[in-house]
């Protein structure tokens, strides 16, 4: 009875967000993240944000000169990914520093519009063709205390303006 209480108290506890995504131009992007509830959550120590693949399998089933799984695995599969050097993120801008948050706050995360591989037969403007209309794919991993919420959201993605 116990462990059924515990996982009730935990289902209630379940962090919800009100995610945003608005282009502010040259390809950049403000990611805004609110904590929005539930009330008795109170705060969160720590939120992982990570930005995630498109629904395509993305093996190596023919490898090339010059290609590698890890090279395939480093590329993000989607409009967007963290900008490079900001908010903590990653080499490839997947992921980004845990920041802690409190219901009824959010942050702002700063993002830019991924490119092609180096190994792809296509230029930039292509690229920003095929995902202009893909969402983007986050998942939240959040934890307080001894606690943890994995959160899956699909943000849509803003109207492209042309790059210079």
């Known amino acids: 009875m116990a462990r059924i209480e ?4 935990h289902a209630d506890l379940m962090p919800q ?22 009330d ?13 693949d498109d629904d395509n399998d993305h093996t190596v089933r023919q490898p090339r000169v010059g290609l590698t799984q890890a ?5 993000v599969w989607g ?12 080499q490839q801008g997947r992921a980004v520093a845990p920041v802690p948050l409190t219901v009824g706050r959010g942050r702002p995360f700063f993002m830019e519009r991924t490119e092609p591989g180096r190994w792809m037969a296509m230029n930039m403007a292509a690229w920003q063709r095929q995902n202009a ?26 109207p492209w303006t042309t790059q210079a």
């Open 40 to 52: 008795h959550l109170r705060h969160l120590d720590a939120v992982t944000i990570t930005v995630d």
């Open 17 to 38: 967000f009100d995610i945003t995504l608005t282009e502010t131009g040259s390809g950049d992007a403000r990611l805004n993240v609110h904590l929005c509830g539930p």
């Open 133 to 158: 209309a893909k969402p983007v794919r986050l998942i939240l991993t959040c934890r307080r205390g001894d606690e943890e919420w994995v959160v899956a959201r699909r943000i849509d993605n803003p």
């Open 6 to 9: 515990r996982e009730r108290w």
């Open 71 to 75: 090279d395939v695995d480093a590329q």
């Open 79 to 90: 409009p967007y990914r963290f900008l490079l050097g900001s908010d903590g993120a990653d």
